[in-house]
T-cell receptor
Framework: DVKVTQSSRYLVKRTGEKVFLECVQDMDHENMFWYRQDPGLGLRLIYFSYDVKMKEKGDIPEGYSVSREKKERFSLILESASTNQTSMYLC?????????????FGEGSWLTVV | KNQVEQSPQSLIILEGKNCTLQCNYTVSPFSNLRWYKQDTGRGPVSLTIMTFSENTKSNGRYTATLDADTKQSSLHITASQLSDSASYICVVSEGQAGTALIFGKGTTLSVSS
């Protein structure tokens, strides 16, 4: 079974802190994604990466950056956390985009910024 | 604009009953459509995936249908169980390679005893 592991399930950070959310997948997938999920808004794409060292902005990249130095690991960075970044963050991965390729999600990371 | 609309927003049914969730989309060009189940506090898990040439796909008590002409999909749950209580998210892939993913906001289903 494909596994997408997010290192932290629950975090509480202070405004202005730098925050790292780590995601690791074990199936050699090329594509990796970071989403945030908020009530009433659904999942919104922050960044995605289609291969090592490659990244593309999603719909809401402001205040975030990402790093993909190794194929299996995709990190989301909040340079200076703010209270409006309190949310659930979901990492996902899939093989190269294709008609039948399933996207696999991690269990989510609940971030509270106080 | 590419959009995915799900209805109803929420639904409460009794255990053992059937229900149908709807997904309408305006995504073009269409690549595929997925239904995901998301338990509270967990990540979404794939239920079904359908390409434009498929109009029905089942996964146990879950049956998804797709009408690519009217751009509608439904997820039918048969003989509901308490464990079916979750959010169900419809996701449509755009483009020939299915690169871009358009998410619906989900339907929250509560199954009560």
């Amino acid at each position: 079974d494909v596994k997408v592991t997010q290192s932290s399930r629950y975090l509480v950070k202070r405004t202005g802190e730098k925050v790292f959310l780590e995601c690791v997948q074990d199936m050699d997938h090329e594509n990796m994604f970071w989403y945030r999920q908020d009530p009433g808004l659904g999942l919104r794409l922050i960044y995605f990466s289609y291969d090592v060292k490659m990244k593309e902005k999603g719909d809401i990249p402001e205040g975030y950056s990402v790093s993909r130095e190794k194929k299996e690991r995709f990190s989301l960075i909040l340079e200076s956390a703010s209270t409006n970044q309190t949310s659930m963050y979901l990492c996902a991965s899939r093989p190269l985009a294709g008609l039948g390729n399933t996207i696999y999600f991690g269990e989510g990371s609940w971030l509270t910024v106080v | 604009k590419n959009q995915v609309e799900q209805s109803p927003q929420s639904l409460i049914i009794l255990e053992g009953k059937n229900c149908t969730l709807q997904c309408n989309y305006t995504v073009s060009p269409f690549s595929n459509l997925r239904w995901y189940k998301q338990d509270t506090g967990r990540g979404p898990v794939s239920l079904t995936i359908m390409t434009f040439s498929e109009n029905t796909k089942s996964n146990g008590r879950y049956t998804a249908t797709l009408d690519a002409d009217t751009k509608q999909s439904s997820l039918h749950i048969t003989a509901s169980q308490l464990s079916d209580s979750a959010s169900y998210i419809c996701v449509v892939s755009e483009g020939q390679a299915g690169t871009a993913l358009i998410f619906g906001k989900g339907t929250t289903l509560s199954v009560s005893s």
